[in-house]
């Protein structure tokens, strides 16, 4: 069936560093992926979405391109920033009436200054 | 006022009582979702209904029923639980075609 796969954490970086937190899948069809994130003590929050291949997802700095030939949507962010601290979660949509969204098991992100 | 409302946001009980945790949402949209959280498994679906007459059973519906009493509203409840029903629970909707959930902040269950 269908899934998603992420890269285990935590993952702890200092402040301005590179992130990169990678995403791979499985699924028939073509998908739309996501990328929801969730700070300590909130519910998740889109952070970025792609609907197709090729497409690049954009937000607050973090960035995701879907890569069809690779089954990939690695998110990765230029400078982190501790406020970054938050667990990140890689999702698919099969886009087909009567789905539901599939979640990665989350990236727990750990930022220090 | 949040969007999707949860009650109540932390629960303490003893096995074997009956549970329900309640969602209300003010977004209109007409699908709406239970997930399970727990530390190393990421988001597990329970239950999830498209409309107020479709009910469908997710990865993890043992052991857990629902209800959508209206389209702003959707309960779940644990007949009688056990220990390890101890989770994060999140209730969640969304629009036809985008496929962007919108999250409640959580209820979170500890079972004794």
């Known amino acids: 069936g269908d899934s998603v796969t992420q890269m285990e954490g935590p993952v702890t970086l200092s402040e301005e560093a590179f992130l990169t937190i990678n995403c791979t899948y499985t699924?028939?069809?073509?998908?739309?992926l996501f990328w929801y994130v969730q700070y300590p003590g909130e519910g998740l929050q889109l952070l970025l979405k792609?609907?197709?291949?090729?497409d690049k997802g954009s937000n607050k700095g973090f960035e995701a391109t879907y890569r069809k030939e690779t089954t990939s949507f690695h998110l990765e962010k230029g400078s982190v920033q501790v406020s970054d601290s938050a667990v990140y979660f890689c999702?698919?949509?099969?886009?087909?009436?009567?789905?539901?969204?599939?979640f990665g098991k989350g990236t727990t992100l750990s930022v220090s200054s | 006022d949040a969007d999707v409302t949860q009650t109540p946001r932390n629960r303490i009980t003893k096995t074997g009582k009956r549970i329900m945790l309640e969602c209300s949402q003010t977004k209109g949209h007409d699908r709406m979702y239970w997930y399970r959280q727990d530390p190393g498994l990421g988001l597990q679906l329970i239950y999830y209904?498209?409309?107020?007459?479709?009910?469908n059973k997710g990865e993890i519906s043992d052991g857990y029923s629902v209800s959508r009493q209206a389209q702003a509203k959707f309960s779940l409840s644990l007949e009688s639980a056990i220990p390890n029903q101890t989770a994060l629970y999140f209730c969640a909707t969304s629009d036809y075609g985008t496929g962007e959930l919108f999250f409640g902040e959580g209820s979170r269950l500890t079972v004794l």
């Open positions: 699924a028939t069809g073509y998908p739309s």
């Open positions: 792609a609907t197709k291949a090729d």
């Open positions: 209904s498209f409309d107020v007459k479709d009910i």
């Open positions: 999702a698919l949509s099969r886009n087909q009436a009567g789905t539901a969204l599939i």
